[in-house]
């Protein structure tokens, strides 16, 4: 703690607050895209295509987000995500141990989220403007950066070379926002786990569907 408040103290000294207010923006706005994210996105997907009620869902798996948010890592929380889902939001097991462990390895969209706010904001501190096709080129590269980012704490970040490389910003910017990264990693796995959660239980839905639908076919026949 000693030697962080040092390094804290010199930043300070020779950049002023305006360094402190960038970094403090920059994870504000990974935190609220996240969030918007989770709330709107996942709990939309949840009412309209699994037909449930997004608050049930949110609170049946609040347990594997926990220890998503405290591991940071997707795969080390996978047994217990797959556990509660079955448990907690009845998904059959065999969706469960097919979609979550698939999800986990390239189904990543808070690491994609954070590796798109990381790249403008990289951009922004080297003056550097991005253009229209170079945004799009962002938004591809960090949807297959995210697919390639393994389960484990900090890889999103290693990932983000490739997404910085693709629009030719110098990859030093990475080390700006390292030190600040442990939150928001964090809260990505959790934002990552849960969309895991999310396909899986729509998933099960359609598949449910189409199994009474069959069922009708046959007593009907
Ligand atoms: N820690 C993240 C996960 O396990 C990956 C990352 O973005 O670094 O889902």
Same mark, same amino acid.
């Given at each position: 703690?000693?030697?962080? !408040?040092?390094?804290i103290?010199?930043?300070v000294?020779?950049?002023g607050?305006g360094? #402190?207010?960038?970094m403090?923006l920059? *994870? @504000?706005?990974?935190l609220?895209?996240?969030?918007?994210?989770?709330i709107?996105?996942?709990?939309?997907?949840?009412?309209?295509?699994?037909?449930k009620n997004p608050w049930?869902f !949110?609170?049946g798996f609040?347990?594997a987000? @926990?220890?998503a !948010?405290?591991? @940071?890592s997707?795969s080390?929380?996978?047994p217990?995500s *797959?556990?509660?889902a079955?448990k907690?939001?009845k998904i059959p097991?065999?969706?469960?141990s !097919?979609?979550q462990?698939l999800?986990?390895?390239?189904? *990543?969209?808070g690491?994609? $989220?954070?590796q798109?706010?990381?790249t $403008?904001f #990289?951009a922004?501190?080297?003056?550097?403007e991005?253009?229209?096709?170079q945004?799009i080129?962002?938004?591809?590269?960090?949807?297959?950066? @995210?697919?390639?980012?393994?389960?484990v704490?900090g890889?999103?970040l290693i990932?983000l070379a *490739?997404?910085?490389?693709?629009?030719n910003?110098p990859?030093?910017g990475?080390?700006?926002i390292?030190?600040?990264d442990?939150?928001l990693?964090m809260?990505?796995?959790?934002v990552?786990s849960?969309?895991?959660?999310?396909?899986?239980l #729509?998933?099960a839905?359609?598949e449910?569907?189409?199994?009474k639908?069959?069922?009708?076919?046959?007593t009907?026949?």
């Amino acid at each position: 703690p000693y030697g962080t !408040f040092g390094l804290i103290a010199s930043a300070v000294g020779s950049q002023g607050f305006g360094a #402190i207010k960038a970094m403090g923006l920059y *994870m @504000s706005i990974v935190l609220l895209a996240l969030l918007v994210h989770t709330i709107f996105v996942y709990g939309s997907a949840v009412a309209l295509l699994a037909k449930k009620n997004p608050w049930w869902f !949110f609170k049946g798996f609040a347990p594997a987000m @926990s220890v998503a !948010f405290s591991t @940071s890592s997707s795969s080390a929380t996978l047994p217990l995500s *797959m556990a509660t889902a079955q448990k907690n939001l009845k998904i059959p097991k065999s969706i469960s141990s !097919f979609v979550q462990p698939l999800g986990a390895t390239i189904n *990543m969209d808070g690491t994609a $989220i954070m590796q798109g706010v990381a790249t $403008i904001f #990289i951009a922004q501190v080297f003056s550097v403007e991005l253009t229209f096709t170079q945004l799009i080129t962002v938004v591809l590269t960090a949807v297959l950066a @995210s697919v390639g980012t393994a389960g484990v704490p900090g890889v999103g970040l290693i990932m983000l070379a *490739m997404v910085l490389n693709s629009v030719n910003l110098p990859v030093e910017g990475i080390a700006l926002i390292i030190g600040i990264d442990r939150l928001l990693d964090m809260t990505r796995t959790a934002v990552n786990s849960t969309g895991d959660a999310a396909c899986a239980l #729509i998933v099960a839905e359609s598949e449910a569907k189409n199994e009474k639908a069959e069922k009708d076919l046959k007593t009907a026949g």
